[in-house]
Protein backbone atom coordinates (compact mmCIF):
# COMPACT_ATOMS: atom_id res chain seq x y z
CA UNK A 1 0.00 0.00 0.00
CA UNK A 2 1.56 3.55 -0.75
CA UNK A 3 1.61 5.98 2.22
CA UNK A 4 -0.28 8.82 1.66
CA UNK A 5 1.49 12.56 1.23
CA UNK A 6 0.10 15.14 -0.93
CA UNK A 7 3.12 17.02 -0.79
CA UNK A 8 5.34 14.87 -2.18
CA UNK A 9 6.62 16.68 -5.37
CA UNK A 10 9.37 13.67 -6.42
CA UNK A 11 8.71 10.06 -5.87
CA UNK A 12 11.30 7.19 -6.18
CA UNK A 13 10.92 3.55 -6.18
CA UNK A 14 13.81 0.98 -6.91
CA UNK A 15 13.72 -2.48 -8.39
CA UNK A 16 15.72 -5.48 -9.62
CA UNK A 17 16.09 -6.99 -12.58
CA UNK A 18 15.56 -10.49 -12.37
CA UNK A 19 17.10 -12.95 -15.21
CA UNK A 20 13.04 -13.72 -15.70
CA UNK A 21 12.49 -9.99 -16.79
CA UNK A 22 15.75 -9.50 -19.23
CA UNK A 23 15.79 -10.11 -22.75
CA UNK A 24 18.40 -11.68 -25.49
CA UNK A 25 21.07 -9.37 -24.29
CA UNK A 26 20.37 -10.07 -20.88
CA UNK A 27 19.41 -6.29 -20.20
CA UNK A 28 15.94 -4.94 -19.54
CA UNK A 29 13.35 -5.11 -22.40
CA UNK A 30 11.58 -1.14 -23.32
CA UNK A 31 8.60 -2.94 -22.70
CA UNK A 32 9.10 -3.59 -19.35
CA UNK A 33 10.53 0.05 -18.42
CA UNK A 34 7.11 1.25 -19.97
CA UNK A 35 5.51 -1.22 -17.31
CA UNK A 36 7.89 0.57 -14.62
CA UNK A 37 6.83 4.11 -16.12
CA UNK A 38 3.22 3.39 -15.57
CA UNK A 39 3.41 1.74 -12.42
CA UNK A 40 5.62 4.69 -10.90
CA UNK A 41 3.56 7.13 -12.13
CA UNK A 42 0.46 5.47 -10.55
CA UNK A 43 2.41 5.04 -6.93
CA UNK A 44 2.71 8.75 -7.09
CA UNK A 45 -0.72 9.72 -7.70
CA UNK A 46 -1.50 7.30 -5.36
CA UNK A 47 0.45 8.72 -2.97
CA UNK A 48 -1.33 11.98 -3.45
CA UNK A 49 -4.93 10.13 -3.22
CA UNK A 50 -5.63 11.16 -6.92
CA UNK A 51 -4.93 7.36 -8.24
CA UNK A 52 -6.88 5.04 -9.76
CA UNK A 53 -9.04 4.23 -6.80
CA UNK A 54 -10.05 7.94 -6.51
CA UNK A 55 -10.70 8.66 -9.78
CA UNK A 56 -12.76 5.64 -10.59
CA UNK A 57 -15.19 7.42 -8.00
CA UNK A 58 -16.06 10.01 -10.36
CA UNK A 59 -16.49 7.13 -13.46
CA UNK A 60 -12.27 8.80 -14.65
CA UNK A 61 -9.01 7.43 -15.13
CA UNK A 62 -5.44 8.63 -15.95
CA UNK A 63 -4.60 7.52 -19.65
CA UNK A 64 -0.63 7.89 -20.97
CA UNK A 65 -1.28 9.95 -23.92
CA UNK A 66 2.70 10.13 -25.37
CA UNK A 67 5.85 8.48 -24.26
CA UNK A 68 9.74 9.79 -25.09
CA UNK A 69 12.46 7.89 -23.17
CA UNK A 70 16.44 8.48 -24.10
CA UNK A 71 18.59 5.76 -22.89
CA UNK A 72 22.67 5.77 -22.53
CA UNK A 73 22.22 1.94 -21.38
CA UNK A 74 19.59 -0.27 -19.74
CA UNK A 75 20.01 -1.92 -16.96
CA UNK A 76 21.38 -5.08 -16.54
CA UNK A 77 20.69 -8.81 -15.54
CA UNK A 78 21.00 -9.06 -11.44
CA UNK A 79 21.01 -5.01 -11.45
CA UNK A 80 19.15 -2.91 -8.85
CA UNK A 81 17.66 0.58 -10.57
CA UNK A 82 15.26 2.86 -9.94
CA UNK A 83 12.79 5.50 -11.50
CA UNK A 84 12.52 8.53 -10.03
CA UNK A 85 9.13 10.77 -11.28
CA UNK A 86 8.06 14.14 -10.50
CA UNK A 87 5.61 16.98 -12.65
CA UNK A 88 7.37 19.78 -14.93
CA UNK A 89 4.24 21.15 -15.93
CA UNK A 90 0.18 20.73 -16.31
CA UNK A 91 -2.69 22.99 -18.17
CA UNK A 92 -6.36 22.26 -17.96
CA UNK A 93 -5.83 19.64 -20.63
CA UNK A 94 -2.72 16.88 -19.68
CA UNK A 95 0.12 16.56 -17.26
CA UNK A 96 3.94 16.56 -17.87
CA UNK A 97 5.19 13.94 -15.68
CA UNK A 98 9.28 13.45 -16.03
CA UNK A 99 11.31 10.54 -15.19
CA UNK A 100 15.13 9.62 -14.38
CA UNK A 101 16.38 6.15 -14.10
CA UNK A 102 19.44 5.10 -12.05
CA UNK A 103 21.76 2.49 -11.77
CA UNK A 104 22.59 0.86 -8.32
CA UNK A 105 25.45 3.74 -8.05
CA UNK A 106 23.11 6.90 -8.74
CA UNK A 107 24.31 7.28 -12.11
CA UNK A 108 21.36 8.29 -14.67
CA UNK A 109 21.38 5.97 -17.16
CA UNK A 110 17.91 7.42 -18.64
CA UNK A 111 15.19 9.96 -18.84
CA UNK A 112 11.47 9.80 -19.93
CA UNK A 113 9.06 12.57 -20.57
CA UNK A 114 5.37 12.04 -20.17
CA UNK A 115 1.79 13.19 -21.13
CA UNK A 116 -1.67 11.99 -19.14
CA UNK A 117 -4.87 12.73 -19.62
CA UNK A 118 -7.91 12.31 -17.35
CA UNK A 119 -10.50 10.86 -19.43
CA UNK A 120 -14.61 10.09 -18.72
CA UNK A 121 -14.57 6.55 -18.71
CA UNK A 122 -17.91 7.18 -20.16
CA UNK A 123 -17.72 9.03 -22.91
CA UNK A 124 -14.05 8.99 -23.43
CA UNK A 125 -13.52 12.70 -23.56
CA UNK A 126 -10.62 14.65 -22.16
CA UNK A 127 -11.88 15.89 -18.04
CA UNK A 128 -10.59 19.69 -16.97
CA UNK A 129 -7.83 18.90 -14.67
CA UNK A 130 -7.04 22.33 -13.31
CA UNK A 131 -9.67 21.29 -10.48
CA UNK A 132 -6.79 18.94 -9.01
CA UNK A 133 -4.86 21.47 -7.09
CA UNK A 134 -2.51 18.79 -6.18
CA UNK A 135 -0.65 19.18 -8.96
CA UNK A 136 0.24 22.83 -8.85
CA UNK A 137 1.45 22.64 -5.49
CA UNK A 138 3.54 19.55 -6.58
CA UNK A 139 5.57 20.95 -9.91
CA UNK A 140 9.64 21.18 -9.90
CA UNK A 141 12.11 23.05 -11.42
CA UNK A 142 13.51 19.20 -11.59
CA UNK A 143 15.49 19.36 -14.79
CA UNK A 144 14.75 16.88 -18.01
CA UNK A 145 17.38 17.53 -20.29
CA UNK A 146 16.13 15.09 -22.75
CA UNK A 147 14.39 17.08 -26.33
CA UNK A 148 10.19 16.87 -25.77
CA UNK A 149 8.61 14.41 -28.09
CA UNK A 150 9.16 15.54 -32.55
CA UNK A 151 6.12 16.02 -34.12
CA UNK A 152 5.20 12.36 -35.63
CA UNK A 153 3.68 12.77 -39.10
CA UNK A 154 2.01 10.51 -41.74
CA UNK A 155 4.76 8.88 -43.68
CA UNK A 156 5.31 6.86 -46.29
CA UNK A 157 5.73 3.17 -45.38
CA UNK A 158 8.68 0.99 -47.03
CA UNK A 159 7.07 -2.40 -45.33
CA UNK A 160 3.39 -2.71 -44.20
CA UNK A 161 2.80 -5.47 -41.65
CA UNK A 162 -0.54 -6.70 -40.39
CA UNK A 163 -2.13 -8.12 -37.41
CA UNK A 164 -5.13 -8.95 -35.67
CA UNK A 165 -5.55 -7.90 -32.08
CA UNK A 166 -6.45 -11.07 -29.73
CA UNK A 167 -7.42 -11.45 -25.68
CA UNK A 168 -3.71 -11.13 -24.60
CA UNK A 169 -3.55 -7.51 -26.14
CA UNK A 170 -6.65 -6.77 -24.33
CA UNK A 171 -6.47 -5.09 -20.69
CA UNK A 172 -9.40 -4.49 -18.19
CA UNK A 173 -10.65 -1.36 -19.75
CA UNK A 174 -11.17 -3.41 -23.06
CA UNK A 175 -9.13 -1.79 -25.63
CA UNK A 176 -5.46 -3.07 -26.68
CA UNK A 177 -2.82 -2.57 -23.66
CA UNK A 178 -0.31 0.15 -24.10
CA UNK A 179 2.62 -2.55 -23.49
CA UNK A 180 1.41 -4.70 -26.13
CA UNK A 181 1.21 -1.82 -29.01
CA UNK A 182 5.07 -1.46 -27.89
CA UNK A 183 5.87 -5.27 -28.20
CA UNK A 184 4.37 -5.08 -32.01
CA UNK A 185 6.78 -2.33 -32.98
CA UNK A 186 9.40 -3.71 -31.19
CA UNK A 187 8.99 -7.73 -33.14
CA UNK A 188 9.31 -6.24 -36.57
CA UNK A 189 12.79 -6.12 -35.90
CA UNK A 190 14.56 -9.45 -36.33
CA UNK A 191 17.02 -10.82 -33.79
CA UNK A 192 19.94 -9.72 -35.41
CA UNK A 193 19.10 -6.06 -35.28
CA UNK A 194 18.05 -6.08 -31.55
CA UNK A 195 21.54 -7.77 -31.00
CA UNK A 196 23.70 -4.80 -32.91
CA UNK A 197 21.64 -2.34 -31.92
CA UNK A 198 19.71 -0.85 -28.91
CA UNK A 199 16.83 1.67 -28.87
CA UNK A 200 18.43 5.08 -27.54
CA UNK A 201 15.22 7.04 -28.13
CA UNK A 202 11.85 6.02 -28.53
CA UNK A 203 9.12 8.47 -29.19
CA UNK A 204 5.66 7.06 -28.99
CA UNK A 205 2.24 8.87 -29.13
CA UNK A 206 -1.30 6.95 -28.71
CA UNK A 207 -4.09 9.02 -30.76
CA UNK A 208 -6.88 6.24 -30.35
CA UNK A 209 -8.23 3.17 -28.72
CA UNK A 210 -7.74 -0.23 -30.52
CA UNK A 211 -10.16 -3.52 -29.47
CA UNK A 212 -10.00 -6.72 -29.95
CA UNK A 213 -10.32 -8.55 -32.91
CA UNK A 214 -9.67 -5.51 -34.89
CA UNK A 215 -6.92 -5.77 -38.08
CA UNK A 216 -4.06 -2.99 -37.52
CA UNK A 217 -1.43 -2.36 -40.26
CA UNK A 218 1.82 -1.61 -38.74
CA UNK A 219 3.55 1.01 -41.36
CA UNK A 220 7.06 0.95 -41.50
CA UNK A 221 9.49 3.36 -42.65
CA UNK A 222 12.98 2.08 -42.26
CA UNK A 223 14.75 3.82 -45.57
CA UNK A 224 16.87 4.91 -42.63
CA UNK A 225 17.64 2.13 -40.08
CA UNK A 226 18.70 4.36 -37.76
CA UNK A 227 15.95 6.36 -37.75
CA UNK A 228 12.30 4.49 -37.89
CA UNK A 229 8.99 5.55 -38.17
CA UNK A 230 6.37 3.20 -37.30
CA UNK A 231 2.44 3.40 -37.43
CA UNK A 232 -0.53 1.26 -36.50
CA UNK A 233 -3.35 1.75 -38.53
CA UNK A 234 -6.56 -0.14 -38.04
CA UNK A 235 -8.17 1.25 -41.60
CA UNK A 236 -8.01 4.92 -42.50
CA UNK A 237 -7.65 5.79 -38.96
CA UNK A 238 -4.17 5.94 -37.17
CA UNK A 239 -4.26 4.42 -33.72
CA UNK A 240 -0.66 4.93 -32.80
CA UNK A 241 2.49 7.20 -33.81
CA UNK A 242 6.19 6.09 -32.93
CA UNK A 243 9.52 6.74 -34.04
CA UNK A 244 12.86 4.17 -32.68
CA UNK A 245 16.11 5.92 -32.99
CA UNK A 246 18.92 3.01 -32.69
CA UNK A 247 22.35 3.07 -31.93
CA UNK A 248 25.41 0.28 -32.13
CA UNK A 249 25.88 -1.80 -29.20
CA UNK A 250 29.60 -1.20 -27.73
CA UNK A 251 31.74 -4.92 -29.32
Same mark, same amino acid.
Given at each position: ?? #? &?????? #?? &???????????????????? *????? %??? /??????? &???????? *???????????? /??? #??????????????????????? $?? @??????????????????????????? @??? #? @? /????????????? !?????? %?????????????????????? !??????????? /????? $????????? $? $?????ISRMEISFVKETYYDE??? %? *????NDPTNIRLDINVGDTTRVRSRLIFQKRE?
Amino acid at each position: MI #E &SNPNLK #EY &SQSFYLSAGECNAQAEMPIT *LLMNR %IIE /VATNHAN &SWGVGYAR *LIEDNQGWVLSR /VTI #EMTRYPRVDEFYSLTTWIEDYNR $HF @SQRNMEIADNDGNVIGYVRTIWVVINL @STR #E @S /VDISKLSYIAANV !TEHPCP %IEPQSRLRPFEPTRTETYRFQY !TDIDFNGHVNT /VRYLE $HIINQFPWN $H $HRENFISRMEISFVKETYYDEEAQ %I *LIDDNDPTNIRLDINVGDTTRVRSRLIFQKREK
